[in-house]
């Protein structure tokens, strides 16, 4: 159902996930939301017999491969680690990537250790990819990634920083078998190597180079062992290659224009060519490749996805998938060496959160496991696309979750959260946010605005929050609340505003900032020092790292004084708050310190506000460990339920 109403600058377009709302719905248990999702990664095997999956079971983190001809699972647990994504090498052995935050002798300070490990499904045996490898750089992250299959069977090529210090390591290619996991160098590279690519088979293609020092970016081609520079660019950051166009004649990069994202290619002769995928006035968030990284499609931003695909079968897979499922959202995952079996993830509110297959020739469905399982489908609540006018005129969109019980225009005005999302180059979108469905299914109206600055809407509305920090981005988030109060959906008086990452920052800017707006705060692994956050950066990075040019023109458009950044830091003017602060933050995160909760603490006590820091220890950023997942939304619950609890 879609409503249009137009009341002073508001404008409405509503997209009701429900047919009706609920008068009465189940309400489950905190841990349904709290817990991790069942299954967090999937990939179909290269025959379709099998699914692999990343499943966290209450006790922790296990691979489980589901059989779908009948067979018995096969389990590997996961111990101490935290596993990202898994993938197939072929139908017998399966890659599973994890993460570990780590600290060396010598390096300052915590990383996010990464590795790659096989299982071989016969034999059930496990081993870590680079194991035991000879000079391997103590301290790198994204240790682990797979750039293609090798010259050999049962080898993949990994690339690795090899050697002493950050300025020697080179980032060579090695070559690992399966069944004797100890990289071999293939190809050395060098230390401004940033990335390398591959043919089908297994010869290297290219490598991108960055010179930091002389902001230099260098795509090189390698032939007869010897390497020819085809393309050089100065730029303060670098930018990325996608993959291999499917000819294997070049890289292929996205390209801005007037009318959106399109793919183009860097031919290895030096030329430009393309649109391989032309504009359609969206952003492309991502692209999909095999393997060996070749190009086979891309996936549009926006709050429902949508593609575009090379491989037509792929296409027609999902243009089936999309007729079955209309209303859904649906991310494609991956697939077959022939295409005929298609595995999707889908939101689709009359199944839940589920991962099925699609099997073209016969256009047959086959649900294999639910996400949220302990979540039945009439509690999830409804899911609505607003637009509102900010102060300046520019269009802001956001995502509205709402009780299940949430009439619009008939409802009482409601107790509402403001639910920024962290970046702040991210958007939200119908997708199953585990804080906003708990919030809503427990009587909040939950606004989650893609203010200016988010990614999704254009490089132009990206760039509309360059030096906006507690500036137009937080005048979005205002200009949100005070246009669905006038609207009469918002109870002026109970909204309280909750974020995590750079909403946790938009969380404390709204405190000090705007101090009448908000009942209660809630900020989680929040910035609230930016001369702080920069100078770790500088000291982390080097002053002149393309990372602390990026975060200066993001943070300030380049004007990064300590003046301007001491001017929309909230620690400096903890004396505006006057609603209760709940501060949560891991002990882990490798992003923003936990010093940065400290500091916004200590200048609350000081000024004389009410203030609580939760610590969760060995907890990262990106809050992935089920125990203080669940630690970070019980301190919630009980946090609103004593400042702004929902009138039964």
Sequence with gaps: MRTTILASLLLFVFTISHASAQSDYPQPPLEAYGALPQISDAEISPDGSKVATIVNFEGGTRVVVFDLEGGAPVQIGVKNIKADSVSFYDNENVIFRARKTETTFGYRGEFEYSGAFVINLESTETQQLLRRTENLHPAQSGLGEIVGRGPNAGEVLMPAYVGGGVSEARYDLLRVELDYPRGRRFVPGSADTKDWFVNDDGEVLARVRYDNSKNRLRVQTYESRKWTTIFTAETEIPWLYQGVTPDESGLVYISETDDGHQLMSLRFDGSQDGPIVPPNGREIEAVYSDNNRKVLGVRYAGVDPDYAFLDPSLQESFDAVSEAFQGATIYLDSWTDDRETVLYQVLDFSLGDVWITHHAPTNELSLVAKSRPDIPVEAIAPMMSIEYRGQDDLTIQAILTVPPN??????????????????????????????????????????????????????????????????????????????????????????????????????????????????????????????????????????????????????????????????????????????????????????????QSTRMRNALKHADKEVELIKLKGEDHWLSVADTRMQTLRAMEQFLDTHMPVAN
């Excluded at 009942?519 to 910035?527: D, G, H, L, R, Y």
Aim: aromatic share 12%; glycine share 12%; proline share 6%.
């Design 406 to 595: 949430f009439r619009p225009g008939e409802s009482a005005p409601s107790p509402a959260i403001m639910l920024p999302h962290g970046g702040p180059a991210a958007y939200d979108r119908f997708d199953f946010d585990w804080m906003a469905q708990f919030f809503a299914n427990r009587g909040y109206l939950v606004i989650q605005p893609n203010f200016r600055g988010s990614t999704g809407f254009g490089e132009a509305f990206q760039d509309a929050g360059r030096g906006e920090w507690g500036g137009k981005m937080q005048d979005d988030l205002t200009d949100g609340v005070n246009a669905l109060v006038k609207a009469g959906y918002v109870d002026a008086e109970n909204v309280c505003i909750i974020g995590a990452s750079y909403g946790g920052y938009a969380a404390l800017a709204g405190a000090v900032f705007t101090p009448d707006l908000y009942k209660c705060v809630i900020a989680i692994a929040p910035v609230s020092d930016l001369n702080r956050m920069l100078s770790d950066g500088k000291r982390r990075y080097g002053s002149n790292h393309w990372v602390v040019s990026y975060w200066e023109d993001i943070l300030a458009e380049g004007d990064a004084r300590r003046k301007k950044l001491r001017s929309i830091s909230p620690v400096n003017f903890a004396e505006n708050a006057t609603a209760p602060v709940l501060l949560i933050h891991g002990d882990d995160d490798t992003v923003v310190p936990y010093a």
